[in-house]
């Protein structure tokens, strides 16, 4: 478990920390379900009306953004520490990954590295396998490794999972700024889209659609990485948990439904790891790289990998593995 931590955690700290208040579960609730709704009416109201170009580019570009914030920060810098960053690019991440309106980043990486610390087993925040293996049990598990865990009142111990992050000015600093990014995020794109289109029906449209809608798909395909990324698909590697690589969510997670190779080498900047897999996040760090702005890079060794494949899978990215593959 160690393996998935810059450093590991503290052993004498206990995994949980007190409990959400009422209003903390209640905005939790208020913001998971409100962008669902919308989703839920969106389809209907886009027949017809009230979607233009300047929606979809928006709703587009904040998608992209905020979730490559926490595809590329929240997980594979702050939690994995994949690659190390200068402080203004792990500014610009942390800032970004919080306008993905999935929590502030302390709690977020704290929770993810509980996951990795006991993927799939008692103690996993977020397991789809939590009550057993019967479909009913299945059907239950889905639901709570989807949306379901984020209603639980217990909090994970950050002063345990994430005591670098504890000590950083820039990241605590950003991390009580999470209300203000998260007006942020749904006003953003209403300004951007009156300003285009100088009329406050084209904001209104603009904070429906790259607003209430972005983040609702967002979280979605996150929550699907949690949720069916370790239920189906394919698993090349031996992990000690039940991790799937799952193609169709390759492009819409940005290369983070290849989740059976993530756990496999977890702290790796790459998790398309094989030939054809793509990886839009992996290729960002790429070039992040070439400019100068992340260091100490770790990019998957492939021998490491090789000696973990499962039986009948065959090694996929022989002399490649530096490389990143499309995105
Ligand atoms: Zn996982
Ligand atoms: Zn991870």
């Known amino acids: 478990m160690t393996r998935t931590l810059e450093r590991p955690p503290k052993a004498a700290e206990p995994m949980l920390a007190g409990e959400k208040t009422r209003t903390e579960n209640f905005l939790v609730k208020l913001f998971a379900v409100v962008p669902l709704l919308a989703l839920a009416v969106a389809v209907p109201f886009a027949w017809g009306w009230g979607l233009s170009w300047t929606d979809i580019a928006l709703a587009t570009g904040f998608y992209f953004l905020t979730g490559l914030g926490v595809t590329i920060g929240f997980h594979r810098h702050f939690t994995h520490g994949a690659f ?17 309106m999935q929590g502030p980043v ?6 993810h590295r509980r996951h990795h610390a006991y993927a799939d087993r008692d103690g996993d925040p977020h397991s789809p396998w939590r009550y057993g293996t019967t479909p009913t049990a299945l059907a239950k598990g889905f639901w709570h490794a989807h949306l379901g865990w984020l209603f639980d009142r217990q909090k994970t111990n950050a002063q345990r999972f994430a005591p670098d992050l504890l000590t950083d000015r820039d990241i605590t600093r950003i991390n009580t700024w999470f209300p203000a990014l998260t007006v942020l ?26 607003g209430l809608v972005r983040v609702a798909l967002l979280h979605h395909v996150t929550w699907s990485v949690n949720s069916l990324c370790h239920m189906i698909g394919e698993r090349p590697y031996a992990a000690r948990d039940k991790s799937t690589n799952f193609w169709p969510l390759a492009i ?58 499962n039986p009948g899978h065959h090694p996929a990215h022989r002399g490649r593995a530096t490389r990143p593959e499309g995105g």
């Open 252 to 309: 819409a997670s940005m290369g983070e439904s290849w989740h059976n190779s993530h756990h496999a080498d977890p702290t790796g900047a790459r998790h398309g790891v094989r030939r054809g897999q793509l990886d839009m996040s992996a290729r960002l760090i790429w070039a992040f790289e070439k400019l100068g702005w992340a260091t100490d890079v770790r990019w998957p060794k492939p021998d490491r990998l090789d000696r973990k494949l």
């Open 106 to 111: 302390i709690g977020w990486v704290a929770d």
């Open 84 to 100: 190390k960053a200068h402080r203004a690019l792990r500014i610009a991440l942390a800032t970004t990954g919080s306008m993905a």
């Open 185 to 210: 995020t749904l006003l953003a794109p209403a300004l951007i889209g009156g300003l285009i289109t100088l009329s406050w029906w084209g904001a209104l449209t603009a904070f429906f659609w790259a």
